[in-house]
């Protein structure tokens, strides 16, 4: 169904001084919504009549309705999973923007594991290494603040390829990060980073990404404001023949990939030749843009799989203008991510650079184990876990691996703690933060197979969240919210809201006669959304 909620012959417009509100069938009178009881002058809608025969796809919407992720269901970020410097500049940031912590520490994961890049791998069992890549994505509609706070999760990155390039510019090298100046402020150790140069692009094409990854063996990130756009610049120039797709799903994996580049026979540049790619992913994406992701020809190739999804509730814009960063977290951060930025790669016996590799301490190895066999892999063989999402569950154990690794380098870097092997305590927050995305990929996967319905509810629902908590019939067509030209389309989809229990529909009564007035009142859990972490 396209458009808004069709009521069939219905007039196009609100007769003046009235509304005509819900469907006839939508009337029908029960003990909490007797029409006859006029003494309080407001009385909830409480029978629950047959949907309307006006109301366009309800056999659709009802497969949705079991599914439904409540507010309770939605975990907020648990930012303890990081060392305190980080937390309060995730903090400081979120409150100085009026947006959720998950803006800020969500694609801090792929900055650090950025820092950490090829340096580092760890052991999961042998010839099992897993390394600090991550493909991240915060779905949230424009205006929610998504792209400032992606500067600020890269507020590090961005200071620190500032100093290489003025360093690469001056013919320069700062080998004291103690050492600041105006050109490079607080300085980079680029002796021990190599061949550094860049640490992160925004052009996802990957003729551009394989130059830079050889320049750059250690690892880069690609920061996108809109992920959409990462999406469709695969195979842009090829009628989607081309192997662009594939490339990004041997980057998430850290394959080797041989990159043929164009030419004419006589004139084709040599092939690029990636041993273990580390190339970190994230941004931001509206929801209506998440079905950019899929296969354009329906295929599942995983690609979507692959990548780690934040969708958290809204939060109210407010205006603080005394909430800010301080010099002092950023400080924080910034030490942390110069730390990780630090750890050097090691010579294999062909003397190539490769990953030193990290292994699990006794304890740590046990906890990681019984987590994947007795909650993971039984979560998703006991029928628990939806076909929709067991290609996504399947790309978790990985994940946890790597959450390990990130969590455990940064905790090492703030000076949290100072063994090299993993510890059990990165261990349980590397399974927090499992749990965090497995709640939220809940909410993506539903939206990617909601029908046109499902979201003209949440936009009504949105809508009436901004207003207070209630709206009119009236409001609704006024406004033409959700699509809704005249008061019966207004009055199926306050039916269709009260069904999937988002509220109540209330029947105000003039005290001195003339017509009802049907307003639709949320529920408390739908008016106040959690969204802050512990």
Known sequence: M???IDSGNAEDRTP?????????????TGEAGNRSDRESGQKPYGAVPAAPTTLGSTSEAAQHRDVKLSNSELEPFPISIYPNPLQRYIREAAESMSCPTDFIAVPMLAVLGTAIGNSCALEVKKNWNEGPRIYCAVVARSGTAK???????MKPMSRRQEALMSAAVHDTKIDDPSETSGDNPNGVDAARMGSVSQIFTTDATVEALAVLLEENPRGVAMMRDELAGWVRSMNQYRDGKGSDRQHWLSFWSGSDVVIN???????????????RPLVNVAGGLPPDMLSELSDER????????????SFP??????WKPEAFVTDEALEGYQSIFDNLLRLEQENNEFGHRTSHLIRFAQEAKEKFDAWVERQHYHEMNDGS?????????SKLTAYCARFCLILHLSRGASGETSGETVDAESVERAIKLVGYFKSHARKVYERLSSTEEDRQVEEAVRWIRGRGGSATVREFVTYKIAGCKNAENAGVLFKEMYDRGHGTIEIESPKHGGRETRRFRLNSSDLHPATEGT
């Open 147 to 153: 792209s400032p706070a992606l500067d600020h999760a």
């Open 2 to 4: 396209s458009g808004p």
């Open 261 to 275: 580049r164009k030419g004419t026979p006589k004139e084709r540049p040599k092939p690029v030749i990636l041993s």
């Open 298 to 309: 329906g295929r599942e190739d995983g690609f979507i799989q692959r990548i780690v999804f």
């Open 16 to 28: 003046e001084g009235s509304e005509i509100g819900l469907p006839a069938e939508a009337l029908s």
């Open 385 to 393: 876990v939806p076909e929709r999402l067991r290609g996504a569950w």
């Open 313 to 318: 509730d809204e939060m109210a814009l407010k």
